[in-house]
């Protein structure tokens, strides 16, 4: 659900956990052709001519566009880290609410803007269901948390990463 509050979670909890924990964070898109490159740079320029994957450089960043058919977002997650040869103690994968997750580690927030809105996701989701966060009280057995108690769901989370 589009301005639900996801992107604010996703922040809130990086924000919290990047001193502890390397993050890789994986944004889903309702658009099937977004652009993040600028019109008229030179990368955007190599894509536009028909290149399947346009890679930025630097000393300090690294980009990848590409074009992509039908991504499973938990190989992804091992496909760059066996690129960038770097492990990630915790992904963040914001969308993909019927990301049907076979490992035994996939836990979803659902962020909700009303309790319609939650009936709505719950039916597409099997998965473990960490809380959900909401502004609006919504009546449910899982963990719900308000957007302005946010630390609780810092917690939740914690304990499950912390050995």
Wanted: glycine share 4%; proline share 2%; charged share 30%.
């Amino acid at each position: 659900m589009k301005k639900s509050g996801k992107t604010r979670i996703a922040t809130f909890l990086i924000k919290s956990l990047k001193h502890r924990y390397r993050i890789l964070s994986i944004k889903h898109s309702c658009e099937s052709n977004f652009d993040i490159d600028k019109q008229g740079k030179d990368s955007w320029r190599m894509k536009k001519a028909g290149a399947y994957t346009v890679t930025i450089l630097s000393d300090k960043k690294l980009a990848i566009i590409s074009d992509a058919d039908n991504i499973d977002p938990l190989q992804m997650v091992t496909d760059l880290e066996n690129l960038l040869r770097v492990e990630f103690d915790l992904v963040l994968i914001e969308g993909f609410s019927r990301l049907v997750g076979q490992n035994k580690n996939v836990f979803k927030i659902i962020a909700a803007k009303s309790t319609n809105d939650f009936k709505e996701i719950i039916k597409n989701v099997d998965e473990k269901i960490l809380a959900v966060v909401s502004s609006e009280k919504i009546r449910t057995d899982y963990p719900t948390i308000s957007f302005d108690e946010m630390d609780k769901l810092l917690e939740l989370l914690e304990r499950i990463l912390s050995p």
